[in-house]
Each structure stands twice: as C-alpha cells, then as structure tokens.
C-alpha cells in the first residue's frame, strides 16, 4: 500500500495500518517517515498515544528515529515548497490497539513482547503497536539478576505476564512465565504446551538451573 500514492490513498480510505521508517525527528518534534516518492509525515500531537494530554513525553519520539513505526494515512496536503506531503498518525493506531485489544486484558494473561531496551531497574518492551510498558527488574526472573541484561537483549520477542491493567497503563512480570515454563519441564510437556519457538526464545533469554536441566 505504501508503494504507490494510490495505494495511500486506499489505505486512507480503508484505515489499513501501515508501517515503514522514521527517518528523523525534527525540531518540532515531528517524525519524517521513510515512504517511496513522496514525503511522509507524523506531525507532533499525531506521535503517540498521550502526547496531547502531555501524558508522554517527547523523548518517547526522538526515540523513534531511524526505526519502523506504525501508522494510518489522514489527509494529503502540500509542504510549504507546494509538494505532496501525506501526513500520518501513529496516535490512531495506538489508541486503536489500546481500544480493541490491551484494554481487554486481565491479570495472568500471558501477551507477546519485544524488548526495546534496559535500564538497570527494568525492561522496556512494546507491547503493540510502539505502546510501551515496564518489565521491573524484580519481577524479570525467579533468581536474582544484577541487571535485565542478564536474562533479555534489545529487539528479543519474550512472552510476560499481565499483572494489571490501567486506563491507559499496562503493568507486567516475566518471572511468573519462567515458573510455568518449568513446572512444564517437570511434567515432560512443555513444548507441545509453548511450542519449540517459544521454548527456544525462553531458553535464549533465561538461565536454566541444574534442576531445570534434570528436568
């Protein structure tokens, strides 16, 4: 769809959601996104869910530079040179994926992550469509870690555990999936419970113990 300015212009229509690349974040706070032939645009308040009621920072989208976002088309309009210019909202599809799905979610269901980076008191991940959320440190593992580095790397596709779910927050633990996974190990089926992807993105990120390997 975002190959041709027909194709936009049918993904305008339809409210398909998009993704390509931030190419930069401007001094207004603007994302300039990366689409063949035209320039792209997700102006300010369009950034990210919570930037109008100042409820997100804008650090949330120098973050964003140079990384694929999401998005819909909103209008087409012409930049201050008279050329085409689509602007775009990433807001939209935040608030969409809040709507119809994170806001559906109840403590103790276990949702799809990726690591976007560590701190030394937790893990950050996106949790759909750019939402973010916060894995604390002491809720990453059943054993004491010194750093989330120790258990996650940035751009690793994890499984977490929904510990509460706020108007507009969602909050989550890692620790709790580790048990499950070998509570499985003990009873001979984890991998036709979590599937070998599963098992393997769990293995790459998270110490296994003497017993978990007797297991």
């Given at each position: 769809?975002?190959?041709?300015?027909?194709?936009?212009?049918?993904?305008?229509?339809t409210?398909?959601?998009?993704?390509a690349?931030?190419?930069?974040?401007?001094?207004?706070?603007?994302?300039l996104?990366?689409?063949?032939?035209?320039?792209?645009?997700?102006?300010?308040?369009?950034?990210?869910?919570?930037?109008?009621?100042?409820?997100?920072?804008?650090?949330?989208?120098?973050?964003?530079?140079?990384?694929?976002?999401?998005?819909?088309?909103?209008?087409?309009?012409?930049?201050?040179q008279?050329?085409?210019?689509?602007?775009?909202?990433?807001?939209?599809?935040?608030?969409?994926?809040?709507?119809?799905?994170l806001?559906?979610?109840?403590?103790?269901?276990?949702?799809?992550?990726?690591?976007?980076?560590?701190?030394?008191?937790?893990?950050?991940?996106?949790?759909g469509?750019?939402?973010?959320?916060?894995?604390?440190?002491?809720?990453?593992?059943?054993?004491?870690?010194?750093?989330?580095?120790?258990?996650?790397?940035a751009?690793?596709?994890?499984?977490?555990?929904?510990?509460?779910?706020g108007?507009?927050?969602?909050?989550?633990?890692?620790?709790?999936?580790?048990?499950?996974?070998?509570?499985?190990?003990?009873?001979?089926?984890?991998?036709?419970?979590?599937?070998?992807?599963?098992?393997?993105?769990?293995?790459n990120?998270?110490a296994?113990?003497?017993?978990y390997?007797?297991?």
């Open positions: 769809a975002i190959q041709t300015m027909e194709g936009l212009r049918q993904a305008m229509q409210g398909q959601i998009l993704e690349r931030a190419i930069a974040c401007d001094s207004s706070y603007n994302l996104v990366d689409l063949p032939g035209i320039r792209g645009i997700i102006p300010h308040q369009e950034g990210a869910m919570g930037i109008p009621e100042g409820t997100t920072r804008d650090i949330a989208l120098i973050s964003r530079a140079g990384k694929p976002v999401c998005f819909q088309v909103m209008d087409f309009t012409l930049d201050e008279q050329r085409p210019l689509v602007l775009l909202s990433r807001r939209r599809v935040q608030e969409l994926c809040w709507k119809t799905y806001s559906l979610l109840h403590p103790g269901d276990i949702i799809p992550a990726k690591v976007t980076h560590l701190e030394r008191f937790g893990c950050f991940v996106d949790i469509c750019g939402i973010p959320s916060l894995i604390p440190i002491d809720t990453i593992s059943v054993s004491r870690i010194a750093h989330p580095k120790d258990r996650f790397v751009g690793q596709s994890i499984r977490a555990i929904v510990r509460s779910v108007e507009t927050k969602i909050c989550l633990s890692h620790k709790e999936s580790e048990q499950l996974i070998v509570s499985c190990f003990v009873f001979g089926n984890a991998v036709g419970i979590f599937g070998k992807e599963f098992i393997g993105n769990f293995l990120g998270a296994v113990t003497a017993h390997k007797a297991a």
